[in-house]
C-alpha cells in the first residue's frame, strides 16, 4: 500500500523504528553518561578523586537502573533490542571515556572500576529488559 509520499508502511515503520533506535542507544547513552561525566568532573577536585570510580558507580547505578527502566517500560520490545542497546551503551563510554578522559586529561584510566562500570554499563539494559519482559509474561498468563 502505497503513501501520498510514495513510501510504504514498511518503510514508515522501519524508518520510525530506526529513530526510536538512535534514541535510545545514543540519544539515551550519551545522556546517561554525560551525568556521569559531569559529576567525575566535580569529584575530580575533591579529596575523593582515588575512589570517584566507586562512589559514581554506587550513587548512579540506581539512578540508571530508574532512568532506563522508565525509559523503557511502556514498549514491548525483544531481548535482543535490550542486548543490542546495552552493547551500543558500553561501546559509546568506550569510546567518549577513552576521548573524554584518556586523551584529553591523559588520564591512566582502566582500573577495576571502570570495567565494572562498563559490564554495568551493558548489564543494565539487557537486566531490566529482562524484568520488563518477565512482567508482562506475568500479566499475561496469570
Known sequence: ???????????????????EWIKDTAGLGTFLWLIGYLASLMLFFSPYVGI??????SV????????TWWWFRERDL???YYFGVGLAWTLLAVVLDYVFIVQLFGAS?????????????????????LYLLHIRKENVTG
Do not use: C, Q
Open 78 to 80: 525483544p531481548l535482543t
Open 1 to 19: 500500500m502505497k503513501t501520498v509520499h510514495g513510501s510504504n508502511n514498511w518503510e514508515d515503520a522501519n524508518r520510525s523504528g530506526m529513530k
Open 109 to 129: 584510566y582502566y582500573e577495576v572500576d571502570v570495567y565494572f562500570y562498563y559490564a554495568l554499563t551493558f548489564l543494565i539494559p539487557v537486566g531490566v529488559g
Open 52 to 57: 570517584m570510580g566507586w562512589i559514581i558507580t
Open 60 to 67: 548512579f547505578t540506581p539512578v540508571t537502573i530508574a532512568i
